[in-house]
């Protein structure tokens, strides 16, 4: 600045003054760290910049003195301010930047306030290129309308400039660089303020100094003119973002013009070449949203490579160009191998993560139909996740689901199981272990596709799907997943009717499984395999896990095929998981089952092939379950919740052993056994009936009584003739039913019946009853009973008489009756007990014997044989009093002799030559024994006889000759 001394007008003394009492306060605050007195300091930096634009608004006008002292003195502070701005600090709450903006401001127009009237070329480079960044710093505040100011200011100098004569050519590069530099200050600040015919303008005057001056400008300046127009382009294509109608030509004119400069630089360095990727990713997007496919395709094959070669080659802006060109190639319809080539560099430079794998599985959706590529793509994807070790473990899960996914949807099924056998396989491989959640999620979508196939009935298909589950991939951390799978594989087969493939599928299941045994159950029932099916079933039941909502399928799944043998099987099983509780719920539910069960029995009796013993067994002891079960509810007071039950029960278990006593040759004991059940059951039905009984059902009750122990004298006795001997106990036994159903039955028949026809039929059970004792107490040897049990059936009336007859039958047919003290083989007995049955047996013949003629209800046949059966025995003990009642007897039948001479039924002629012989030789034994009396009744007897026999007069005559001799013989002398 020129040094010459002039007289200073004091109005511009005065408006110096005032600045120079602003810059005092101000350089103070300056040097205060204070981020609250900032806005004061902005202030005043503002005051001072109006201050020095009105000295020199004043200064230029006519008639003004120069004042080169004061200007001077005003350069120096603006340079000073100028310095000052390039050292402020940040601040926690403050960037400085409007403070700097303050400065710049207050400085520009202090150097402008001392400014020479005619600058020179070098003044007005540096006062512009101080008026370009001031209003670009002002611009990027906000402050427009200062900024404008600035640089209405700069284009002043702008013009000064570019009219300047430069005759050698020394300030050519740093005139070219200032108007630049101003040229991209308004352009910028244009822009901002929403004036893009200005900012076009503009880039216009910078691109034509560039052609121009291009060698003028310094490569920095290039780079920073190119950024300047490239940030300019990017605002454009947000946008474009943000409004319907598209800039994109707009940007693409801006970013081609950032291109233009950046790419005629030949310099290799890392700012030119980050620049230069940046210009052509924008430029990139814009021709993409311009829909310039082909242009787009083209910026982004020259952009690849050299962000391929770059150090932060996965970086999150190189990848959306990675992006960008999958998008280009998709919109131009490429092929296959093109966009899986751009899938592959995406995800090879990519780092591994919840959110990077995420926008790869989201474009995969994209791409509809093409199952192939995106299954290529998903292998790729796993592949370069399982090379990454850790980094990409994490991502496998989401993989392999994506991968189920789309290989679900895959019209070629072989190849689509493949590629998942294959995804699996090679996830063992790496060593890599799936968690629980990530391992069920996976076998969840299998199972979810193999049900699809399974309900569209493609059973090979579903079959496939569910085996994929059972890879080792799955069994490492969960053995019952792939236990679950091999079952539903299994089920397909079965489906399908390939047997065997399902019976290979449940052998590779644990066999402590009761679900693995329940689908070898419907295996074996769908071959019908009864005994296979019975035998998976018990396993079933037996297993840990087992639940009693599997017989009830079984049940179901038997029924429907038909297969009686395994239905019994599994009713019975279910039956015995049955826990028996105080209610009366659990009883019916049981008797339920067990009517079932004993329906069902009874049908497969009915069939030819049945097998008699086993199931005749079944159903008794199904019956006597029954029996227990009402006994338990009768105990709990439930009776009244079962009624109905017990009432089938006894009515079924009596029909079946009327039924059996015609049909079940051999099983006496067996229909015994259900007659008692009837029995018991028919009790507790008479006892629990609310109303009185029918008499009818007594009936039942009384037949029960007599059928159950019939039937067990009749096992007894084929018993004993198979085995030879006595069996004490259970003959002692029986003997006591004998009493108890007789006690009984007279109890009913004196309470309840009144039927004629019944009290008679149930009087004659009574005597059959007596005739079966008999019968055991003969076998036991148990005298004293059966002397009472003859008397009791000599008193029990007229009705009585088969059981006489049956008594005195059981007495003489007793192999061991014994004569003068031996048996009938010869062997010798003990002498009292010879006595005591002599006198059973003895009494028991009379007493019948007597009771038939009391009530004139025998035949004279067999009153003839029970008669000399009598007699033999009285005279074989050979005593007086025997003798006469012997004699008594004869005497006895010489009356019945003469009533029965002339009817129909006369008196048997050999048992009349019986009584001739044995009362002829008698009398002549009581002669030797000097019996005369006794003789003498004996022959006279012989002598009446011998009317009824032929021959009988010379009989009679001959005994009586020989009655004469013999009675001299042993007269006393």
Not at 341 to 369: C, E, K, P, Y
Not at 700 to 707: A, D, E, I, K, T
Request: proline share 2%; charged share 25%; hydrophobic share 40%.
């Amino acid at each position: 600045m020129s040094t010459r001394k002039k007289k200073i007008i004091p109005s511009l003394q005065e408006a110096f003054k005032s600045i120079q009492d602003l810059l005092t306060t101000t350089k103070i605050q300056l040097n205060e760290t204070d981020s609250s007195i900032r806005p004061s300091l902005i202030e005043k930096l503002h005051r001072i910049s109006a201050c020095a634009e009105s000295f020199t608004e004043r200064r230029s006008r006519p008639g003004n003195p120069d004042c080169v002292e004061l200007c001077d003195t005003l350069d120096q502070e603006g340079v000073n301010l100028w310095n000052i701005s390039g050292l402020v600090r940040k601040l926690p709450d403050d960037d400085g930047r409007p403070l700097v903006g303050g400065l710049r401001l207050a400085a520009f127009r202090l150097v402008e306030a001392g400014l020479e009237e005619k600058p020179g070329l070098q003044t007005l480079i540096h006062i512009l290129g101080l008026a370009s960044k001031t209003g670009a710093t002002l611009s990027e505040l906000a402050q427009n309308d200062i900024a404008a100011s600035v640089l209405t200011s700069a284009a002043k100098y702008e013009e000064m400039l570019r009219t300047q004569e430069d005759p050698d050519g020394t300030h050519r590069q740093a005139r070219t660089w200032a108007r630049a530099v101003y040229f991209c200050s308004r352009m910028e600040a244009a822009w901002k303020e929403g004036n893009s015919t200005v900012a076009e303008f503009m880039s216009q005057k910078i691109m034509s100094i560039y052609e121009e001056q291009r060698l003028a400008l310094p490569a920095r300046d290039r780079l920073v003119l190119a950024a300047k127009l490239n940030t300019i382009g990017k605002s454009i294509l947000k946008d474009q973002a943000k409004e319907s109608q598209g800039k994109a030509s707009e940007a693409i004119a801006w970013l081609q013009k950032a291109f233009g400069i950046v790419d005629q630089d030949d310099s290799c360095g890392s700012e030119v070449l980050e620049l230069k990727i940046s210009v052509l990713r924008n430029l990139a997007r814009a021709y993409f949203l311009s829909e310039a496919y082909d242009n787009a395709e083209t910026t982004l094959d020259e952009l690849i490579p050299s962000l391929d070669a770059s150090k932060d080659h996965a970086s999150s802006e190189h990848q959306e160009l990675r992006w960008l060109r999958l998008a280009i190639l998709k919109k131009r319809k490429a092929g296959e191998s093109a966009i899986l080539d751009a899938f592959r560099s995406i995800i090879n430079h990519m780092n591994f993560s919840d959110r990077t794998v995420t926008d790869i599985l989201q474009d995969l959706r994209t791409f509809g139909h093409e199952h192939t590529f995106v299954n290529s793509v998903n292998q790729y994807l796993l592949q370069q996740a399982l090379e990454r070790g850790n980094t990409g473990s994490e991502c496998i899960e989401r993989i392999l689901l994506s991968i189920i996914i789309h290989c679900s949807r895959d019209e070629v099924h072989s190849r689509a199981i493949d590629i998942i056998q294959g995804a699996f396989t090679s996830v063992c491989e790496a060593d890599v272990e799936l968690g629980g959640v990530p391992a069920a999620a996976c076998l969840s979508l299998l199972w979810q596709y193999g049900d699809r196939h399974y309900y569209a009935k493609r059973w090979t298909e579903a079959a496939d799907w569910f085996g994929a589950g059972t890879h080792r991939l799955f069994r490492v951390n969960d053995s019952f997943s792939a236990s679950k799978c091999y079952r539903k594989a299994a089920l397909c087969y079965l489906e399908q009717r390939e047997y065997s493939r399902a019976t290979a599928m449940i052998r590779c299941c644990p066999s402590n499984e009761a679900a693995t045994h329940y689908v070898a159950f419907l295996i074996a029932t769908h071959q019908g395999l009864d005994d296979e099916a019975i035998k998976t079933m018990y396993q079933m039941v037996n297993a840990p896990d087992f639940d009693r909502k599997m017989l009830l399928l079984a049940i179901k799944m038997s029924h429907e095929s038909e297969m009686k043998n395994v239905l019994l099987a599994v009713l019975e099983a279910l039956l015995k998981t049955l826990k028996i509780s105080d209610g009366g719920e659990t009883v019916a539910e049981a008797l339920a089952l067990l009517r079932c069960i004993i329906r069902l029995v009874l049908k497969l009796l009915l069939e030819p092939t049945a097998t008699k013993s086993s199931l005749i067994d079944s159903v008794v002891s199904h019956f006597r379950t029954a029996r227990t079960l009402v006994t338990t509810a009768s105990e709990q007071k439930t009776t009244s919740l079962i009624i109905k039950d017990i009432s089938w029960l006894w009515r079924t278990a009596y029909n079946c052993a009327v039924r059996g006593c015609s049909d079940w040759d051999g099983f006496q004991e067996q229909i015994s056994s259900l007659f008692d059940v009837a029995k018991d059951l028919l009790e507790t039905y008479c006892q629990a009936s609310p109303v009185d009984a029918d008499p009818d059902l007594y009936s039942r009750l009384v037949n029960s009584y007599f059928c159950g122990v019939t039937g067990r004298v009749y096992a007894a006795r084929e018993a004993m003739a198979a085995n030879g001997r006595v069996v004490v106990g259970e003959l002692r036994e029986i003997s006591e039913e004998i009493r108890t159903s007789k006690t009984r039955i007279t109890e009913i028949i004196e309470s309840t019946i009144s039927n004629d026809n019944d009290l008679q039929r149930f009087q004659y059970f009574l005597h059959m009853l007596r005739v079966f004792d008999a019968e055991l107490m003969t076998q036991l040897k148990d005298w004293d009973r059966l002397s009472v049990l003859v008397s009791e059936a000599v008193a029990s009336g007229p009705l009585a008489v088969t059981t006489y007859e049956a008594i005195a039958d059981i007495l003489w047919s007793e192999k061991e009756c014994p004569i003068d003290g031996q048996s009938s083989s010869g062997t010798n007995l003990n002498q009292s007990n010879s006595k005591h049955f002599f006198k059973v047996l003895c009494g028991g013949l009379e007493a019948v014997l007597h009771a038939t003629l009391d009530h004139n209800s025998l035949s004279v046949e067999k009153f003839s044989r029970w008669l000399r059966a009598i007699c033999t025995i009285i005279l074989a003990r050979n005593t007086s009093g025997d003798r006469l009642k012997a004699i008594g007897y004869v005497e006895q039948a010489v009356n019945v002799m003469e009533q029965s001479n002339d009817s129909d039924k006369a008196y048997p002629v050999d048992e009349r030559f019986w009584l001739l012989a044995t009362s002829y030789n008698t009398g002549f034994e009581c002669l030797e024994a000097s019996s005369l009396d006794e003789a003498k009744r004996w022959f006279e007897s012989a002598t009446v006889i011998c009317r009824f026999v032929p021959g009988g007069k010379e009989r009679a005559e001959k005994i009586s000759e020989t009655y004469a001799q013999l009675l001299a013989r042993y007269a006393p002398t």
